[in-house]
């Protein structure tokens, strides 16, 4: 069975870095395509960034330049860097497999505030 | 970047009803779309992607139609539990963009 776990948020100041972690089960990130998924309070789904199994990366607008894809095949875990961070990234952040995506993570809430 | 708008943005409805949401992409994306469903305080649950194919374990209830730029949920027999969030999603062009979601709530 096919498992998702994201772990590493927490608060934070603006401007601040953290690092979110999704460990996987039941199928390998390194053959997949998996992906983050944002979701502030009270609103919708964002799509924040996404890791083909070719290892090409692409980011929303709202966070290129700031945050950072990435994967451990040893680990099977997913990542995601977040750098220079700003209030309006307080959310809920999901990792997600699968292009279309059919497996979610139960999400890990970042909140960014002084 | 590809817009989808969902419409309506709420709705309200009687256990029993069936109800059609909309979803329409700014340009088209074939049927590269997939529609999500969330419960408060859960994450998003896969229901349907290429626009009609049902996820695994899904029930038939749900169904989806379309292609190009405009597509379609409906939602048979309204129970209970169907009271919830829908997102539609294009995933043909990065980046990938959701709908504003459309809530279903009870009449």
């Known amino acids: 069975e096919m498992q998702l776990v994201e772990s590493g948020g927490g608060l934070v100041q603006p401007g601040g870095s953290l690092r979110l972690s999704c460990a996987a089960a039941g199928f390998s990130v390194t053959n997949s395509y998996v992906t983050w998924v944002r979701q502030a309070p009270g609103k919708g789904l964002e799509w924040v960034s996404g890791i083909y199994s070719d290892g090409s990366t692409y980011y929303g607008d709202s966070v290129k330049g700031r945050f950072t894809i990435s994967r451990d095949n040893s680990k099977n875990t997913l990542y995601l860097q977040m750098d220079s961070l700003r209030p309006e990234d307080t959310a809920i952040y999901y990792c997600a497999r699968g292009l279309p995506v059919d497996c979610w993570g139960q999400g890990t809430l970042v909140t960014v505030s002084s | 970047d590809i817009q989808m708008t969902q419409s309506p943005s709420s709705l309200s409805a009687s256990v029993g009803d069936r109800v059609t949401i909309t979803c329409r992409a700014s340009?088209?994306?074939?049927?590269?779309l997939a529609w999500f469903q969330q419960k408060p305080g859960k994450a998003p649950k896969s229901l349907i992607y290429?626009?009609?194919k049902l996820q695994s374990g899904v029930p038939s209830k749900f169904s989806g139609s379309g292609s190009g730029t405009d597509f379609t949920l409906t939602i048979s027999n309204l129970q209970p539990e169907d009271f919830a969030t829908y997102f539609c999603q294009q995933y043909n062009f990065n980046p990938l963009t959701f709908g504003g979601g459309t809530k279903v709530e009870i009449k």
């Open positions: 290429a626009a009609s």
């Open positions: 340009q088209g994306i074939n049927n590269y």
